[in-house]
């Protein structure tokens, strides 16, 4: 009965959304208390959908089809994932981190992807396709929830957080080079026909990406942006940087590359312009938004019946994993130089599957390349792993403690320099923020440079933020109103905020994110009309300048100094 009222209250609703406004209510509730749990949320995404997948309610709103279309809006989620990950690529941390990088990072897949290749082959679990795919997948780290946890611990300048830095931007190559011949791997019609042919046609077809996709990120992206920019529309903007990243991801779909290597080249053309601090801060929150509903499509696919009956597989894979990757990454990172510490550290941050394991599962899974079961327990137990990373980590800290006094190495800690965790202005210390660089901003910039005083200016004029950059101005094309911005500026190491801009509204917003960081720190904001002034302190600025009092006192001088004349 309960269920017949349920099918005719739902009945005027499309299953899509009723299934979307299920998943988000639930993503929240269950993400609520893992984090008073103090646990990482991507576990709640997929804690969520498992729930939902065996409660009996997809098939009261609309069964597979409103499945289907969630994994295809999951898809997205992958697309924005990897133009992101081009976005942040950057040469200087690989410049800084190469030997870590390409040494550790290249010992730890290989050495992973010949251990699990081999341990497939000899069980015979799946094809040498299968093999290859598995090995792959289960040797990626999970770069996010990694980064996270040592950021969480407070530890993202420690030589073991570098190592896992460095690790994590050589699996992202790999992982970019290997979704080119990813197609090659999965089974499809005409597959019998002879592998060179095929790379053939693969190599000719990457030629022809390279040659459109460069044309794009010399010319037509950035003249694209740069027009944009003008009209002074967020909207427009958002529109644009989205627009050219599914654009790029279509023409690489087309080409039978993939649409996540095409989204990947679509960020790596923007990431050393001057637009990359504001795409970031508009992607971001769109990223996160469709990556949730990745996390939860995967947790869909888990039949909990069928985890119950591979519980013993799905835990010994999970053991076996962590603890297998951990001991490796821990001895490559002793063999580079880490203190034994810091090594075990690195190696617990990087003990488990990641966000392209799950890509690459799924993959495989509706490609039929191993049994429903197997499909199961590897999901079920990459997913296990990330979950329990956090954790793990946490317990990392006294675990190195009491080895170390029981004498377990002395070795001495490598000097890991250079790279930042996000891509911020680095090395900037008791600095000033000067959010907009117009006459006033212009004139308080020079003004603190000359009294010896450390600048960062926040800009939305391209030409502007060019001309800074020409010359040697530390300078973000960003906006002040954007959460992602407040970070970008290292905030938590300045002395000062000045908002030179007279809206008072994007002042009130930036205002609300500053005190929220940093309720200390002097805020002079500026303001057009006097009905502003008490509504920007009540907010939080220290001192307001208010333009109609300037402007009055400056006429009250000229006019007296004219009665004089």
């Known amino acids: 009965m309960s269920a017949a009222l349920v099918i005719a209250a ?22 609520l208390l893992l984090l008073r749990l103090r646990q990482s949320m991507l576990a709640g995404y997929f804690i969520c959908g498992v729930l939902i997948a065996n409660s009996g309610v997809l098939a009261l709103l609309g069964g597979g089809e409103s499945h289907d279309q969630v994994s295809q809006m999951a898809e997205f989620g992958v697309v924005l994932l990897m133009f992101t990950l081009g976005l942040e690529f950057s040469l200087g941390d690989l410049r800084f981190l190469r030997r870590l990088a390409f040494v550790g990072g290249g010992w730890q897949m290989g050495l992973c992807m010949v251990v699990v ?29 990694s980064l996270k ?6 530890l993202e300048a420690s030589p073991g957080a570098r190592m896992a830095l460095a690790v994590a931007i050589f699996q992202d190559l790999f992982i970019i080079v290997f979704f080119l011949f990813l197609p090659l791997l999965l089974p499809h019609e005409g597959a019998a026909t002879a592998l060179m042919p095929r790379l053939g046609s693969l190599a000719l077809r990457g030629g022809a990406f390279v040659i459109l996709a460069g044309v794009a990120a010399r010319w037509v992206i950035p003249w ?10 967020r909207e427009l903007f958002t529109l644009s940087v989205i627009g050219s990243c599914v654009g790029l991801a279509f023409v690489g779909g087309l080409l039978g590359l993939g649409l996540a290597l095409g989204a990947f080249v679509a960020g790596l ?6 637009f990359k601090h504001r795409i970031l801060a508009d992607v971001m929150p769109l990223k996160d938004l469709f990556l949730t509903l990745f996390f939860v499509s995967v947790g869909l696919m888990i039949d909990v019946k069928a985890a119950m009956v591979l519980w013993l597989p799905i835990c010994t894979l999970t053991a076996v994993l962590m603890l297998s990757k951990a001991g490796l990454v821990t001895v490559i990172a002793r063999h580079l130089g880490l203190a034994h510490k810091q090594a075990l550290m690195a190696g617990l941050g990087l003990c488990s599957a990641g966000e392209f394991s799950l890509v690459l599962l799924q993959n495989a899974g509706g490609a039929h390349l191993w049994s429903n079961d197997t499909q199961q327990t590897l999901l079920a137990a990459s997913a296990l792993s990330m979950g329990l990373l956090p954790a793990l980590l946490k317990f990392g800290i006294p675990l190195g403690d009491w080895l170390v006094k029981r004498g377990w190495g002395r070795g001495k800690p490598v000097k890991v320099d250079g790279g930042n965790l996000r891509q911020r202005i ?21 003004a603190l440079l000359d009294s010896g005083v450390r600048t960062l200016v926040v800009e939305l004029n391209a030409d502007t933020v060019q001309k800074l950059q020409r010359q040697g101005q530390a300078v973000l094309f960003a906006d002040a109103s954007h959460e992602e911005t407040w970070e970008l500026t290292q905030l938590k190491n300045a002395r000062m905020v000045a908002l030179t801009f007279p809206d008072a509204t994007v002042n009130a917003q930036a205002l609300a994110m500053i005190r929220e960081h940093r309720p200390d720190i002097s805020v002079l904001a500026r303001a057009r009309f006097s009905s502003d002034v008490e509504r920007l302190k009540r907010l939080g600025a220290t001192q307001v300048v208010n333009d109609e009092t300037e402007a009055s006192r400056a006429m009250e001088d000229a006019a007296i100094t004219l009665q004089g004349a």
């Open 10 to 31: 739902t009945a005027n609703i499309p299953p899509l959304f009723a299934l979307l406004a299920l998943m988000l209510a639930g993503v929240v509730m269950v993400s």
């Open 117 to 145: 290749a081999v341990a497939s082959t000899a069980l015979h679990s799946s094809s040498w396709q299968g093999a290859v795919l598995l090995s792959v997948a289960l040797a990626m780290s999970s770069t996010a929830v």
């Open 149 to 154: 946890s040592f950021q969480d611990l407070g």
């Open 224 to 233: 694209l942006l740069n027009a944009v920019t003008r009209t002074r529309s």
């Open 269 to 274: 053309a923007v990431s050393e312009s001057i």
């Open 426 to 446: 680095s090395g900037l210390t008791d600095h000033a923020i000067i959010c907009g660089h117009g006459p006033v901003g212009e004139k308080l910039n020079k």
